[in-house]
């Protein structure tokens, strides 16, 4: 398997491309509207062969790219059963599996920052979206938020995997690109091995976090797989 890891330096969101060195069969988790082009580009200079769209979650600070690209590859968007998007080709259930070329894909529901989160295990890498962060978890306030599904999706599910397994996040705001899961059951602040989950509830209810700024604008649209409701 191959990966490359791209950013968004508005939203510090991260996208991934992922591909099949045999099959060129490739797939995209998390891509942003603004990228589109750049993210194309990059297929396209590989010729890899575009299958799925992965999104981990109804992100709330930018508008998907999954429609766009579905458009102009013919590829299928793929989200967790539990999201509520419509538009979407596949909704994946819990633990369930599917190949892209030689890879499997396996999607885990990991609610918490929102209900309808999903992380991808896909050869021995972890794709957590905003459910677990490098030393820190996403936020649990809204779009059906729970700071006691965060703790669980992690300690419960994602802390299950073996400590070598890498973690890729869906957002870093300080540079930083991966983890593992050993780093993060020893120094991750919210849910790491020495933290209850009474402490991190109480952490998260006493955060005054701002009103994100592209919700209103970005949360219907991906409620639509990133098409605007006109």
């Excluded at 045999?22 to 200079?45: F, G, H």
């Excluded at 890899?48 to 999954?66: R, S």
């Excluded at 059906?144 to 965060?150: A, K, Q, R």
Aim: charged share 25%.
């Amino acid at each position: 398997m191959h990966l490359r890891q791209l950013i968004d330096r508005e939203t510090c969101t991260y996208t991934y491309i992922l591909w099949d060195s045999n099959t060129l069969d490739a797939l995209i988790i998390d891509p942003v509207l603004e990228q589109v082009s750049r993210d194309l580009e990059y297929i396209n200079k590989l010729n890899l062969k575009l299958k799925y769209i992965l999104e981990t979650h109804v992100h709330a600070d930018h508008i998907t790219g999954a429609s766009k690209i579905k458009d102009i590859t013919k590829s299928k968007i793929c989200y967790g059963s539990k999201t509520g998007v419509d538009g979407a080709d596949i909704l994946l259930g819990d633990n369930e599996t599917f190949n892209v070329g030689s890879i499997l894909i396996k999607a885990l529901h990991t609610p918490g920052h929102t209900e309808g989160c999903t992380s991808y295990f896909i050869d021995g890498c972890i794709f957590t979206g905003d459910t677990l962060f490098i030393e820190g978890t996403g936020r649990t306030d809204f779009q059906g938020g729970s700071s006691v599904d965060t703790y669980n999706s992690v300690r419960n599910k994602i802390f299950s995997l073996p400590d070598e397994t890498i973690i890729y996040p869906g957002h870093n705001y300080k540079g930083f690109t991966s983890s593992t899961i050993e780093y993060e059951r020893k120094h991750n602040p919210n849910v790491g091995d020495s933290v209850d989950v009474e402490d991190y509830v109480l952490r998260e209810k006493n955060m005054n976090r701002p009103y994100p700024k592209r919700f209103d604008v970005a949360v219907p649209a991906n409620l639509l797989c990133g098409k605007e409701n006109k």
